[in-house]
């Protein structure tokens, strides 16, 4: 299971810090992301950390804003998100699934693919 904490309300330009909590997951080979789903939208994978590549995924509209990182030991993914914009409100998921695969790949990953899912958590950007 997982659960993901930390969203919330905020004005443009301010911040947020997600955390996630992947439970009864194996820190081997693995891939581990943050998705969000607008109203109406579908889900899109925005951050993404695979356990076989140095390089950090980050979709184009989110970088040099939100920065992914993980405690492999707590078994904890974390999304520090900057400089927040309206466009950025939505419901934030983490996702984790034991696969080797390319960063880049799990964040475009069908979600039904997917082992584990968070919760979700609210994100709400007002202008």
């Known amino acids: 299971a997982a659960a993901g904490v930390g969203g919330g309300s905020v004005q443009a330009g301010g911040s947020l810090r997600l955390s996630c909590e992947i439970s009864g997951f194996t820190f081997d080979d693995y891939a581990i992301g943050w998705f969000r789903q607008a109203p109406g939208k579908e889900r899109e994978g925005i951050s993404c950390i695979s356990s076989r590549e140095s390089v950090t995924y980050y979709e184009e509209s989110v970088k040099g804003r939100f920065t992914i990182s993980s405690d492999n030991a707590r078994k904890m993914v974390y999304l520090q998100m900057d400089n927040l914009k309206p466009e950025d409100s939505a419901v934030y998921y983490c996702?984790?699934?034991?696969?080797?695969?390319?960063?880049?790949?799990?964040?475009?990953?069908?979600?039904?693919?997917?082992?584990?899912w968070g919760e979700g958590t609210q994100v709400t950007v007002s202008s």
């Open positions: 996702g984790a699934e034991g696969v080797i695969i390319r960063a880049s790949a799990f964040c475009r990953r069908s979600t039904g693919l997917v082992d584990f």
